[in-house]
């Protein structure tokens, strides 16, 4: 899993299972995350999440 | 996949998103978010479990929620707003999904070509009616 508090860009998140989440990125305490030219495919569960909070 | 919780608002774009699943009730969305944006992003099939899933849900609270451009492939329902939320959706194309929002009437509904989804491929092909080719 992968924590990140700035920009997500460019990646490929393919393949992650879990059972919930964790699989793939965390987005933390960060209102207004950007994401942009990332392939999402594949997961099983939640790949990405994000909340305000920290990680 | 993307799932954005209250507190939180995201700008998406220019992403594929494609044949996640996702496993319960509680937790059935491809892309449940709360939005600044989320422009040319192509998203589809999407499943909860072995049935179609959402393709976009939006979250109730923050600001009015921008979609624009965006390609929505065969889900259960292509984009799902959540009571209270405001939205602003237009010039998106839902296709193959059984039900286009629960929203709204607007949209297009035209087949999109797009190139491999099996190759990350979510590029529109040459002469497709968005490409702009």
Not at chain 2, 51 to 62: D, Q
Request: hydrophobic share 40%.
């Amino acid at each position: 899993m992968y924590t990140a508090t700035g920009a997500i860009t460019r990646n490929r998140i393919v393949g992650n299972v879990a059972t919930w989440w964790g699989g793939g990125v965390l987005l933390s305490g960060k209102a207004s995350p950007v994401m942009d030219r990332n392939i999402v495919a594949y997961n099983t569960a939640e790949a990405m999440k994000a909340w305000p909070g920290a990680a | 996949m993307l799932n954005v919780n209250a507190g939180t608002r995201v700008t998406v774009t220019n992403h594929v998103i494609a044949h996640n699943t996702v496993l319960t009730a509680t937790r059935r969305r491809a892309l449940r978010v709360r939005l600044v944006r989320a422009d040319h992003n192509t998203i589809v099939d999407n499943m909860r479990g072995a049935a179609p899933g959402e393709g976009v849900r939006i979250g109730a609270g923050g600001g009015t929620n921008v979609l624009r451009n965006n390609i929505i492939v065969g889900h259960g329902t292509g984009l799902v707003v959540a009571g209270g939320a405001s939205v602003s959706a237009d010039y998106d194309d839902y296709y193959d999904n059984i039900v286009r929002t629960s929203a709204f009437p607007w949209g297009r509904t035209t087949a999109p070509i797009i190139r491999s989804l099996t190759s990350d491929d979510g590029r529109l092909s040459p002469g497709a009616e968005f490409s702009g080719d």
